[in-house]
């Protein structure tokens, strides 16, 4: 089994970043040998430091399916289609974020006022929108594949801006706080090239669980063997076109994360 899990709102609380909560789960799964791949919209550089706070070791899912980083040590043979990077095999599903940056230059005057996003927001204005400290707004800032932009405007308009930018050829996902404008990726694409590499090298077949709060998300656990969608305090857990083995906590966040692995942990998988 693999277990593929979003950071915000889903193993870290949506407000304080704490998983806490989620301690005992994250023990028992540890014991069992069983890898956490943090599934994420954040960066490369907020996971580098977050995943050993966590203690998590294995391999990590950044910008929202972007790149997948695997540690040396997790497979015996090079991944297929992957880059020696800093320390990790890297393969990355989509290009650098300069295309997107242009494009929101460019319907900047149709949404006129209506939004900011991440490079053309201080340090400061980034911590004010996410509540992340001085160090990790930073490293959150450090982008290497999409842009987070931060919708201002009138709620209604939203979803005209969404259609703009898929019509210009973006991809945007909706995460908890920002709509992320990159190219052709996902969290599900990511999961499922994981889990090929993962049966093609140890030639069995693998079960994929994946959580997560959001609607950056409904890929992923649509893509998942088991889905669980975790609760969250602002907004309703994601729609999904599968009914099978799909799970919804009923507590919130990292508490909603420990509930459900607990109960799944206990039953034969
Ligand atoms: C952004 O990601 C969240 C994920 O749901 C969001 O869209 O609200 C990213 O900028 C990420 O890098 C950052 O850590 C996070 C902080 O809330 O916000
Ligand atoms: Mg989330
Ligand atoms: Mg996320």
């Given at each position: ?144 594949y999409g842009e987070p932009v931060l919708w201002q405007g009138e709620a209604s308009a939203k979803q005209a801006f969404i259609e703009a ?35 093609r090298q140890h030639n069995v077949r693998t079960q994929s669980v994946a959580l997560g709060d959001g609607n950056n998300d409904i890929a ?50």
């Amino acid at each position: 089994t693999l277990v593929f899990t979003d950071m915000d709102g889903t193993l870290l609380d949506h407000n304080t970043y704490s998983y806490e909560p989620a301690r005992p789960a994250l023990e028992a799964l540890a014991q069992q040998q069983i890898p956490v791949i943090p599934t994420t919209s954040k960066t490369y550089a907020e996971m580098l430091v977050l995943r050993k706070t966590i203690g998590l070791n294995g391999p990590f899912i950044v910008e929202n399916g972007a790149a997948v980083f695997i540690p040396h040590n997790f497979f015996d043979q090079k991944p297929a289609g992957t880059v020696w990077q800093d320390g990790f095999w890297c393969k990355s599903f989509i290009s650098s974020k300069q295309h997107w940056l242009q494009l929101l230059e460019q319907i900047k005057a149709e949404f006129d006022q209506q939004f900011t996003h991440f490079s053309a927001m201080s340090l400061k204005q980034i911590q004010h929108a996410t509540g992340l400290n001085e160090d990790d707004a930073r490293r959150a800032a450090r982008r290497q594949y999409g842009e987070p932009v931060l919708w201002q405007g009138e709620a209604s308009a939203k979803q005209a801006f969404i259609e703009a930018i898929s019509a210009r050829g973006g991809y945007p996902l909706e995460g908890g706080r920002f709509i992320h404008i990159s190219g052709d990726c996902d969290k599900g694409q990511a999961l499922q090239w994981l889990c090929n590499e993962y049966q093609r090298q140890h030639n069995v077949r693998t079960q994929s669980v994946a959580l997560g709060d959001g609607n950056n998300d409904i890929a992923m656990l649509e893509a998942a063997d088991i889905a669980i969608r975790i609760h969250s305090p602002n907004h309703e857990p994601p729609e999904l076109q599968k009914q099978q083995q799909v799970y919804t906590s009923t507590q919130h966040g990292p508490a909603g994360w420990n509930e459900t692995l607990t109960t799944l942990l206990s039953l034969p998988i």
